[in-house]
């Protein structure tokens, strides 16, 4: 491997950033929960916060005798400065918008179901061909944002993220009030910042018509980090395997703050909970798309059809493969990342037979050498076996806590049973 050395320029962490507006301190019920019933390795993780870079939002539901819920959320080491790469989590504000984006085009006769196609415009860009997993032969945004939930494909977030923009993007999160989040870039892409801005020329169609034509778009807004010029690792490859030794910048990278990540899911899943101009505006039935979507096991679906087990893309209670505890009516509700080192999960945990749900969303960086890019990643031996025990703590500790009403989904419930 080739070592790049930069004599005239030192990458520091210390430069001038903007100071967090929200720092929550530690939940007291949380660190009694985890000393009192955690095993020792969960344990001897939590002791080592620099090191593995632990965060944990965990919300409480409550609800009354009409079914409103209330919410109380825990914090553990919440720290929305420290940055991590939040990879394959954006795909849930993402897919958020893109309904909330077809409910706006309803008028022009397009569904989420619509045949969708991608041309290019400029030299970065590239054309979508056709989707033969599909009934009409055509990719859909149905398609896209199934596949992306299903088995976190990146193909369909690219299109997702071009068919939104960056500036739709970034105006209707600020409008819901995610001031910090960031989704200003594709994934997998050789380009460098600026193709982000560019986004492709999209066009949706049936048997008969051109139904709509959004033109080629180029933003107006230039976003970057809010907390500076942030960085992960001592050191790092590049694609072509050189070594960087100092810290990789993530300046013009996707920053998702896990408190933000965890109000849209609440914001989605509990709409009753938040103040009626912080709800998503789509369309029930688009909505039940992607709910039915994130609580899927991989096995139910088809066109395509995947031959993953339940546990797949099912960090929290049962990454490690473990059963999904003594009851057969859970549903896990979710989304992951997984890069650099990173591994991470938000999901809304349902178990419909004791009438139990909370939401968890979490991240933790297994990476010993500190180093990206060499695929020595300890997600399997430190990572994963963190998520599953903390999953199945909070499970265990809402079991048996007494709640002032419980009540059950009972629309979520029927997502599957159509």
């Known amino acids: 491997m080739k070592t790049v050395v930069f004599v005239t320029l ?14 929550p301190a530690d939940s007291k019920w949380l660190e009694m929960l985890f000393q009192s019933r955690g095993s020792e390795v969960f344990k001897q993780i939590l002791q080592q916060p620099k090191k593995y870079r632990y965060q944990i939002v965990f919300s409480q539901i409550d609800r009354n005798r009409k079914g409103i819920p209330f919410v109380t959320t825990h914090y553990y080491h919440f720290n929305k400065s ?32 619509t045949s969708v196609s991608f041309d290019s415009a400029w030299h970065c860009q590239t054309r979508s061909g056709r989707d033969p997993s ?3 032969g055509w990719p859909s945004l149905d398609a896209y944002i199934k596949k992306m939930m299903l088995v976190s494909d990146n193909e369909s977030y690219n299109r997702t993220y071009e068919f939104l923009g960056y500036d739709y993007i970034a105006q209707n999160l600020q409008e819901k009030g995610f001031n910090d989040t960031r989704i200003i870039q594709r994934f997998e892409f050789s380009c460098d910042t600026l193709s982000a801005y560019i986004t492709n020329p999209v066009c949706f169609f049936n048997d008969r018509d051109t139904l709509y034509r959004q033109p080629p778009a180029t933003a107006v807004r230039r976003l970057q980090n809010p907390y500076g010029d942030v960085y992960m690792g001592s050191r790092y490859y590049d694609a072509l395997g050189n070594l960087y030794p100092f810290p990789r910048s993530f300046m013009f990278n996707n920053y998702l703050p896990l408190d933000e990540l965890h109000r849209m899911l609440i914001s989605f899943y509990l709409p009753e909970s938040v103040a009626e101009e912080k709800r998503w505006n789509i369309k029930p039935e688009y909505a039940d798309l992607l709910k039915k979507y994130m609580g899927m096991w991989p096995r139910e679906c088809q066109n395509p059809s995947y031959g993953y087990a339940d546990h797949y893309k099912k960090y929290l209670l049962m990454g490690t493969g473990a059963p999904l505890l003594d009851s057969s009516d859970i549903r896990i509700f979710n989304v992951v990342g997984r890069a650099f080192g990173v591994l991470a999960d938000c999901a809304y945990v349902v178990d419909f037979q004791h009438n139990i749900e909370f939401c968890i969303t979490a991240v933790i960086y297994c990476n010993e050498d500190d180093v990206l890019n060499n695929d020595k990643y300890q997600y399997d031996t430190a990572g994963m076996p963190f998520l599953t025990e903390l999953g199945q703590l909070l499970y265990q500790a809402e079991l048996q806590r007494d709640k002032h009403l419980q009540f059950s989904n009972a629309d979520l419930r029927e997502l599957y049973r159509r």
């Not at 030192?10 to 720092?23: D, H, I, N, S, V």
């Not at 984006?101 to 179901?113: A, D, H, M, N, V």
């Open 82 to 113: 420290q940055y991590f790469y939040p990879a394959s989590l954006v795909k849930f504000p993402a897919s958020l918008l893109a309904l909330q984006k077809l409910t706006e085009l309803e008028p022009l006769g397009i569904r989420p179901e």
């Open 134 to 136: 599909q009934i009409s």
């Open 10 to 23: 030192l990458f520091a962490t210390t430069l001038l950033r903007a100071q967090p507006e929200f720092e």
